[in-house]
């Protein structure tokens, strides 16, 4: 079963969902997913290009995710 990580960053107004990880890349599982997304996503906020953006939210997604649109 695929698991896919959805993070939440805004910058100001500008609000963006973004794929972190899915378990094809990673090997996620839905309960480390749901344990673990925090410290996931930190890191990668970290070392790409949001790190100056600020985490809004997150979820964890079974299946292939399309993130949304920017709000």
Do not use: F
Not at 5 to 29: D, F, H, M, R
Not at 30 to 38: F, G, I
Not at 41 to 58: E, F, N, R, T
Request: hydrophobic share 40%; with cysteine.
């Amino acid at each position: 079963m695929l698991i896919t990580l959805v993070a939440v960053v805004c910058n100001g107004a500008v609000c963006l969902e973004k794929v972190v990880t899915n378990s094809e890349q990673s090997g996620i599982t839905m309960s480390a997913c749901e344990t673990n997304a925090q410290s996931g996503i930190a890191d990668w906020l970290s070392h790409g290009p949001y790190s100056q953006w600020k985490l809004q939210g997150y979820k964890c997604v079974i299946g292939p995710y399309t993130p949304k649109r920017a709000a």
